[in-house]
Nanobody
């Protein structure tokens, strides 16, 4: 079964940047679409970005479009989330998740994902 480990979280100032990594093991990353989700205290988990198996198709939540970039390197079994122009409302626990979606079925619905990482905390504050 695919196992995922996130890293790269931390404290950033508003307007700053962070890059999150999601490293996979136990299975072939290239067989999975990967989603990034986040959850802020007292709020529901929300989908942030998705990338298909090959990396050629991506999707973003409206709140992060133009600021975040998702990418993947299947040879390194790693998916990245580059976060620029960070805002305090980007604060939360960030998770990556794997699902065997096609381009047509990629979704921000968390129920469809088979494997989840433990998450990494992102705090945006001055």
């Amino acid at each position: 079964q695919l196992q995922l480990v996130e890293s790269g979280g931390g404290l950033a100032q508003p307007g700053g940047s962070l890059r999150l990594s999601c490293v996979a093991s136990g299975d072939t990353l290239a067989d999975y679409a990967i989603g990034w989700f986040r959850q802020a205290p007292g709020k529901e988990r929300e989908g942030v970005s998705i990338i298909n198996k090959s990396g050629g198709t991506t999707n973003y939540a409206k709140s992060v479009k133009g600021r975040f970039t998702i990418s993947r390197d299947n040879a390194k079994n790693t998916v990245y989330l580059q976060m620029n122009s960070l805002k305090p409302e980007d604060t939360g626990f960030y998770y990556c998740a794997a699902g065997q979606f096609t381009i047509a079925t990629m979704t921000f619905q968390a129920d469809g994902y088979q494997s989840w990482g433990q998450g990494t905390q992102v705090t945006v504050s001055s």
